[in-house]
């Protein structure tokens, strides 16, 4: 398939000012069983190529399920018709230079998920699946697990050449429970879609769905008559799954630089930081560390070359506090004066373009020891656990979370439980809150499968690495 | 050959009861930011789907690799995953098996393509982004947006002998104008074809919301509000997501569990699932190959019943059957969704109409990033943007910061005082995975009340 792509931009090469194509082949497979039924046992399988080119100022991309010679050149002609009909924008922004990657790279993968028989699967999961049932109360449950396989291959006008494999595998578990007018949910070991990482089958045996089952599926009940959060003005300690998508919504998605550019301004949104904002923005406290590594090891958001052919890389963005780098791909970077692109461009399968993507965006651990240490160190306040719900603004300001767990915390112990647990804030107040964070002990990645962005829209896999969090001062109960 | 040729030459590759689905997409969209184009991708693909039943258990297999032996393989992968759901469950599923055909024969087309839209001419998208560029310039603003057109192709061939196929186009445009201080107005245009919306008018409606007046402030409360289509649109969306949902109305957590015949809304709320309908994207039939009819879900206020699939009506049991509402092949194991959402219109004959009772009020162009918190509740959260203003003494004065409402999609509905006669095809058209254009038809409205709980920052 290479060399295909390699003589494809042969073709292209004098016709346009740049061009690159992907070819991506996606196997997945998805299995779950819910409340007693096998029904979702499915897979898929995809391939075809991509060709995104240059044409004057004016770009053009164009993609085909058709991977053969022909569809690859069909696409690479209705590329070039598509830049060329674009209305002109004057001189073109240069692309950031990048050394012409070549080579293969594959993420670890100890078991492959596919040599796994679907029975064997279906049979783990059944198990996992009966230890929630049992309480009338529980009207719903789930255990799920999915495995996929991408293959990509990429040559550009430039002289990149390269193939990478990426293998991700895992799972979790849910529990619905309803009564007296109230219904509640319990998630593990987090919500949206469970625990999946760069790695193989030995990711999912990892996981102990069948021992917290029982715990996952009295939660539910338990929080059908719980108090509601209480309202006001709290100390709050976020769990580290909750501290991951707090990073993505409010730190990653604000520091994406075609955000920053007003690139994305009719659909994700802009940003509340500014382009020349690097060096001099205090975006939390003092002890808010953030990096973007696109090396990290099991992230989903890990890779050989990003989609531009930029070779992974790890990049701080935020040091004690204050704004260091954005997210940028070779365009943006370029726009705003950078000498090289930070290898975030990412794409959704071979039949979406690369956009500026998060890659493993990770707050750093801190010094506060384990989870019990910090507790003990609170004293009282608000433990929030899962994600329920999320949203934040166009500009990645005011957010508001909600989780399926509150507990109060009191004599630096957790204590009883509260249902609807929500916080609000402002980032850059929220993240200067920040007083404490747990020791490396308590830090590890978190997975978030569904992230969008883009039109045509583009579902992004990624992840963030956390440990607990305390924050001073956080309105809390206010959903 | 045609989607439903090629269904029938996957379904040849059946081992026992198997239904195929066919979705073959072609489409373009063009991208805009700072009056300039920024991304244009076109899109020609197809889905090959394949359900297989064992002993009531699924499984499922998909590609877009149309030769013979992915066929094959797609169909013999999709036999083996029911025969593993059969094993690992030791006993008969609840899966009712595949729809039998409709009376009547083969379903045909819903008579919504566009041989223009067709034809994906990006000649058309890039006159279209001149003309928005051109407007908004000359308004001393700059344009943002969306100009996308498609055709999707569906076709449905089973062993229980539906043969159901159509083709349709939709279009879409959307134009966001901003100023250097970043205040941005926004309008949009939806149909089956590129002549449902004139790149012009948008621009000019999306300018006419940047306001010069600098943005008042409102503190969290709850106020009069005035939400136009778009707006109203996305939390009418959720609602038909999260109150009619016949799973999960059958398992208890549905938002009208144990409300059906109770009153839920204002007496003038009438909500139906039209599918054939021209003021929507229409559809003739669903993920099953059941006949797509209109369906009154809010009558008058009253809740009068939830949307089903095959899978769902086997859940729910005492007599359901499925509505035509199936979104996946054998229904979703997330339950069944209406698609084609009509408000009944109401008395109003502008939205300066439903302005002049309020005395201090907020109007909401459109919402944004709107997710549940309680979803048995109809709670949503989100934001508003690209047009919010106070509202004071019947009128618009001038701009509001953005705010973020927590609100029961239920509890506004339920304190709805007037609607516009006009409505307008309110769409997101952002198109994640294949595409499939679906929005909601829906005047504007009042309500008495709407919970605002943040502010944005300036």
Same mark, same amino acid.
């Given at each position: 398939?290479?060399?295909l792509l390699?003589d494809l ?8 000012s ?23 046992a499915?897979?898929?399988?995809t391939e075809?190529?991509?060709v995104?080119v240059?044409?004057g100022?004016?770009w053009?991309f ?10 690859a050149?069909?696409?690479?002609a209705?590329?070039?018709a ?7 924008v004057?001189i ?13 790279w594959?993420?670890p ?16 999961l059944?198990e ?18 999915l ?13 990149a050449a390269?193939?990478?494999v ?13 009564g007296?007018d109230e ?9 949206h879609?469970?625990?999946?990482a ?5 990711? @999912?045996?990892a996981?102990?769905l069948?021992?917290?089952a029982?715990r ?8 059908l008559?719980a ?17 991951a ?10 520091l994406?630089?075609?955000r ?10 802009t940003s509340?930081?500014?382009s020349?904002d ?14 973007a590594?696109?090396t990290?090891?099991g992230g989903?958001?890990t890779?050989?070359?990003?989609d531009?052919g930029?070779?992974?890389k ?11 780098a ?15 692109s930070?290898?975030c ?8 373009q690369?956009?500026?993507?998060m ?5 750093e651990?801190?010094?506060?020891g ?5 507790l ?5 306040g608000l433990?929030?656990?899962?994600n ?18 509150c ?5 630096g ?11 609000a804030?402002?980032t850059?107040?929220?993240w ?15 997975s978030l ?7 045509p829209?583009q579902? @992004?896999?990624v ?8 924050f001073r001062d956080v ?5 | 050959?045609n989607?439903l ?6 379904l040849a590759?059946?081992?026992g009861?198997a239904?195929?689905t ?11 930011a700072r009056?300039?184009?920024t ?8 889905t090959?789907h ?34 593993a ?5 030791g ?8 729809v039998?055909?409709?009376?009547g024969g083969?379903?045909?087309?819903a008579?919504?393509?566009d ?8 000649d058309?998208a890039?006159?279209a ?27 449905i ?6 043969r159901?196929?159509e ?6 445009m ?7 201080r ?6 949009s245009g ?8 004139d ?7 999306a300018a006419a ?11 969290p ?5 005035v ?17 009619f ?12 569990s ?6 839920v809304?204002?007496?003038g709320i009438t ?6 309908s021209t003021l929507?994207?229409?559809?003739a039939?669903?993920?099953?190959g ?7 879900l ?7 019943r939830?949307v089903?699939d095959s899978?769902s ?14 979104t996946?092949?054998?229904?979703s194991?997330?339950?069944p ?12 004959a ?6 002049a ?7 909401v ?5 709107v ?11 989100g ?7 106070l509202?004071?003494d019947?009128r618009?004065?001038?701009p509001?910061r ?5 609100d029961?999609?239920?509890?506004i509905?339920?304190?709805?005082e007037?609607l516009?006669?006009?409505r307008?095809?309110?769409c ?11 929005g909601?038809?829906?005047p ?15």
């Amino acid at each position: 398939m290479l060399e295909l792509l390699t003589d494809l931009i042969a073709v292209a090469d004098g016709r346009v000012s740049y061009a690159e194509a992907r070819h991506v082949s996606d196997r997945g497979e998805g299995l779950a069983v819910r409340s007693g039924e096998v029904d979702d046992a499915g897979s898929s399988t995809t391939e075809g190529i991509g060709v995104r080119v240059r044409v004057g100022g004016g770009w053009g991309f164009a993609a085909t399920g058709d991977a053969t010679r022909a569809g690859a050149e069909a696409a690479l002609a209705q590329a070039i018709a598509i830049a060329e009909a674009q209305p002109s924008v004057g001189i073109p922004t240069e692309l950031a230079p990048v050394a012409p990657a070549r080579g293969h790279w594959a993420s670890p993968c100890a078991i492959d998920p596919f040599t796994i028989s679907i029975e064997e699967k279906l049979a783990l999961l059944s198990e996992i699946e009966a230890a929630l049932r049992g309480d009338p109360r529980v009207v719903r449950t789930v255990a799920s697990c999915l495995s996929r396989r991408v293959e990509k291959a990429f040559a550009s006008t430039e002289g990149a050449a390269f193939t990478q494999v990426v293998v991700q595998c895992g799972g979790g578990i849910q529990a619905i429970a309803a009564g007296d007018d109230e219904v509640q949910v319990r998630s593990y070991p987090l919500a949206h879609g469970g625990d999946v990482a760069a790695a193989g089958w030995e990711q @999912m045996l990892a996981l102990d769905l069948r021992e917290q089952a029982p715990r996952i599926a009295a939660e539910a009940v338990e929080l059908l008559t719980a108090p509601p959060c209480p309202e006001g003005v709290r100390t709050i300690v976020l769990h580290g799954e909750q501290l991951a998508l707090q990073t993505h919504e409010s730190i990653g998605h604000a520091l994406e630089l075609d955000r920053i550019l007003l690139g994305e301004a009719s659909y994700a949104g802009t940003s509340w930081v500014g382009s020349r904002d690097a060096g001099t923005l205090r975006y939390g406290s003092d002890l808010l560390n953030v990096t973007a590594d696109a090396t990290s090891p099991g992230g989903l958001g890990t890779f050989g070359w990003d989609d531009e052919g930029v070779a992974a890389k790890r990049t701080p963005l935020i040091e004690r506090g204050i704004l260091q780098a954005t997210l940028c791909n070779r365009e943006s970077a370029t726009t705003v004066g950078l000498g090289e692109s930070g290898g975030c461009a990412r794409a959704d399968g071979f039949s979406r373009q690369p956009i500026v993507r998060m890659t493993n965006v990770n707050v750093e651990p801190g010094d506060a020891g384990t989870l019990a240490d910090l507790l003990a160190d609170t004293g009282e306040g608000l433990w929030f656990e899962t994600n329920r719900s999320w949203s934040i603004d166009d500009r990645r300001l005011q957010f508001q979370f909600a989780t399926e767990i509150c507990r109060e915390i009191t004599g630096g112990e957790l204590g009883r439980l509260y249902r609807n647990g929500s916080y609000a804030g402002i980032t850059p107040e929220f993240w200067g809150s920040m007083d404490a964070i747990c020791s490396a002990s308590e830090w590890r990645l978190w997975s978030l499968l569904n992230c969008g962005k883009g039109e045509p829209g583009q579902v @992004m896999e990624v992840s963030h690495g956390a440990a607990p969090a305390r924050f001073r001062d956080v309105q809390v109960g206010v959903a | 050959m045609n989607a439903l040729e090629l269904a029938e030459r996957a379904l040849a590759h059946a081992v026992g009861d198997a239904q195929v689905t066919v979705t073959r997409e072609r489409s373009l969209l063009s991208r805009f930011a700072r009056s300039a184009p920024t991304q244009a991708t076109a899109v020609d693909d197809v889905t090959i789907h394949v359900l297989a039943w064992r002993d009531g258990h699924t499984g499922a297999a998909a590609t877009n690799l149309a030769d013979d032996a992915s066929l094959r393989d797609a169909a013999v992968r999709a036999d083996a995953a029911a025969r593993a759901s059969a094993t690992a469950a030791g006993r008969a599923g609840d899966h009712p098996g595949p729809v039998r055909p409709a009376a009547g024969g083969a379903l045909g087309d819903a008579a919504a393509h566009d041989a223009a839209t067709a034809a994906l001419d990006p000649d058309v998208a890039g006159t279209a982004l001149a003309t928005a560029f051109e407007v908004c310039g000359a308004a001393g603003l700059e344009a943002f947006g969306v100009w996308t057109a498609g055709e999707v192709e569906s076709a449905i061939a089973s062993t229980a002998g539906v043969r159901a196929s159509e083709r349709v186009t939709d279009a879409y445009m959307k134009v966001i104008a901003r100023d250097a201080r970043g205040r941005s107005g926004w309008a949009s245009g939806a149909g089956t074809g590129h002549g449902a919306f004139d790149a012009a008018a948008l621009a000019r409606d999306a300018a006419a919301k940047v306001r010069p007046e600098d943005a008042a402030e409102l503190p969290p409360g709850e106020y009069p509000v005035v939400l136009a289509p778009d707006a109203l649109g996305s939390l009418l969306d959720f609602l038909g997501d999260l109150a009619f949902n016949g799973l999960a109305h059958a398992e208890g957590r549905g938002a009208l569990s144990g409300r059906l015949g109770a009153t839920v809304a204002a007496p003038g709320i009438t909500l139906a699932d039209a599918p054939r309908s021209t003021l929507t994207l229409p559809r003739a039939f669903d993920a099953e190959g059941t006949p797509k009819d209109a369906l009154t879900l809010i009558e008058d206020g009253v809740a009068r019943r939830v949307v089903h699939d095959s899978r769902s009506a086997a859940r729910a049991g005492d007599g359901a059957a499925s509505t035509g509402h199936a979104t996946a092949p054998g229904g979703s194991p997330y339950g069944p969704s209406p698609t084609n959402l009509v408000l009944a219109g109401g008395d109003a004959a502008t939205e300066a109409e439903l302005l002049a009772p309020i005395e201090r009020g907020i109007y909401v162009t459109r919402l944004w990033y709107v997710n549940p918190v309680n979803e048995h509740e109809t709670l949503l959260t989100g934001t508003t943007r690209d047009g919010t203003f106070l509202i004071e003494d019947g009128r618009i004065v001038r701009p509001l910061r953005d705010v973020r409402f927590t609100d029961s999609v239920l509890r506004i509905l339920a304190a709805t005082e007037a609607l516009t006669s006009a409505r307008h095809l309110a769409c997101e058209a952002d198109h994640y995975g294949r595409r499939f254009a679906y929005g909601v038809v829906c005047p504007a409205l009042r309500a008495s009340g709407f919970r605002v709980t943040g502010v944005s920052p300036a």
